[in-house]
């Protein structure tokens, strides 16, 4: 698909990662260089814990958070690119202490260089990311993290920390 005014051309793509077998989003330039894109989403820590019996009412309360930012260099083809890698934290905690599901990973963000840079420097100074960018980075990571958050709830039989859609019957 082709989205484009003037020269200004953007190619948008899905590509398949053979081996973890995720989808990512990339958005290419025609010159071939690659902005503002997320390239990968990965958890590096999985922690589930049922501390006891679901009984009664149980309240589900989900948190994400930006733990880190930090630049770091890709190779891309023979060349190298800037981005940012966001460590992150996703935590379902049900409550009263029935069991808690902690998902740590880090989202992997190209950029032009001089937005690494003022992003980087904007979190070593207030750690803070700038709003146009933590829309969409906290969108996957909530996406990527309730869907496997739903997954090991049903693993070791805690309710869904998501709301799921119920059908009725009207009468």
Same mark, same amino acid.
């Given at each position: 698909?082709?989205?484009? *005014? =003037?020269?200004?051309?953007? +190619?948008? %793509?899905?590509?398949?990662?053979?081996?973890?077998? @995720?989808?990512?989003? *990339? !958005?290419?330039?025609?010159? =071939?260089?690659?902005?503002? *894109?997320?390239?990968?989403?990965?958890?590096? /820590?999985?922690?589930?814990? /049922?501390?006891? &019996?679901? /009984?009664?009412?149980?309240?589900?309360?989900?948190?994400?958070?930006?733990?880190?930012?930090?630049?770091?260099?890709?190779? $891309?083809?023979? &060349?190298?690119?800037?981005? @940012?890698?966001?460590?992150?934290?996703?935590? %379902?905690?049900? #409550?009263?202490?029935? =069991?808690?599901?902690?998902?740590?990973? #880090? @989202?992997?963000?190209?950029?032009?260089? #001089? +937005? $690494?840079? #003022?992003?980087?420097?904007?979190?070593?100074?207030?750690?803070?990311?700038? /709003?146009?960018?933590?829309?969409?980075?906290?969108?996957?990571?909530?996406?990527?993290?309730?869907?496997? !958050?739903?997954?090991? &709830?049903?693993?070791?039989?805690?309710?869904?920390? $998501?709301? @799921?859609?119920?059908?009725?019957?009207?009468?």
């Amino acid at each position: 698909m082709m989205i484009g *005014t =003037g020269r200004a051309y953007l +190619k948008l %793509s899905l590509i398949q990662y053979n081996k973890q077998k @995720l989808l990512y989003r *990339t !958005a290419e330039f025609l010159d =071939g260089v690659i902005y503002m *894109t997320i390239i990968a989403n990965n958890f590096t /820590k999985i922690t589930v814990e /049922k501390k006891g &019996s679901a /009984k009664g009412k149980i309240s589900i309360s989900n948190n994400v958070s930006i733990d880190n930012v930090e630049k770091t260099e890709l190779a $891309v083809g023979a &060349s190298k690119q800037s981005a @940012l890698k966001f460590d992150f934290e996703f935590v %379902s905690k049900y #409550e009263p202490k029935v =069991g808690e599901i902690i998902l740590n990973g #880090e @989202l992997l963000f190209l950029e032009k260089p #001089e +937005k $690494v840079a #003022e992003i980087a420097n904007e979190w070593k100074k207030s750690k803070k990311v700038p /709003k146009e960018v933590m829309a969409p980075l906290l969108n996957s990571i909530l996406t990527k993290c309730n869907i496997e !958050a739903l997954l090991l &709830s049903r693993e070791i039989n805690l309710p869904p920390p $998501v709301q @799921l859609p119920r059908v009725t019957v009207k009468k």
